[in-house]
């Protein structure tokens, strides 16, 4: 058996605006959209990931909502193992300062409007992640599919 892949972790929040609309960010690394977040760092917890890539990526200091999602993610280099939380809503006392060496913009989008702009896979997960908001509840996911 080969030990040496091992999967990595990330972890994300998803937000809203106060008309139910979801946060995205463009990243200036990558030619997609995403949500809030990134990779959980050694001797970090996906909690803690969560808090310190928002406080980096949009200079948010907020605390980590429920967990929404657990996504068991397969990729040519290493596995990914994706936590998403519930970030709440933010409203206009919330002041948005992006990281500009990371994200070019973000925006506020409609569920349907993120299912257009992101790629497939998150699509899945922010789908799954907004079903599990609405439920109360948390999910398990492989590749964006629920395995509950």
Not at 4 to 9: D, I, K, N, Q, V
Not at 90 to 108: H, N, P, R, V, W
């Amino acid at each position: 058996m080969d030990h040496s892949s091992r999967a990595l972790a990330a972890a994300g929040a998803l937000f809203f605006d106060e008309r139910g609309r979801i946060l995205l960010v463009e990243p200036t690394y990558k030619p997609h959209w995403e949500i809030p977040g990134g990779v959980v760092e050694h001797g970090e917890t996906p909690s803690e990931a969560c808090r310190r890539e928002v406080a980096e990526e949009l200079g948010l200091i907020r605390d980590t909502g429920r967990l929404l999602v657990v996504d068991w993610a397969p990729s040519n280099d290493d596995d990914r193992v994706l936590f998403v939380f519930d970030g709440g809503t933010l409203t206009g006392e919330d002041d948005i300062q992006l990281q500009a060496e990371e994200l070019k913009s973000y925006e506020f989008v409609t569920p349907r409007q993120a299912q257009l702009r992101l790629i497939p896979r998150l699509a899945r997960r922010v789908a799954e992640a907004l079903r599990a908001r609405e439920a109360g509840e948390t999910r398990y996911l492989e590749d964006g599919v629920d395995r509950g």
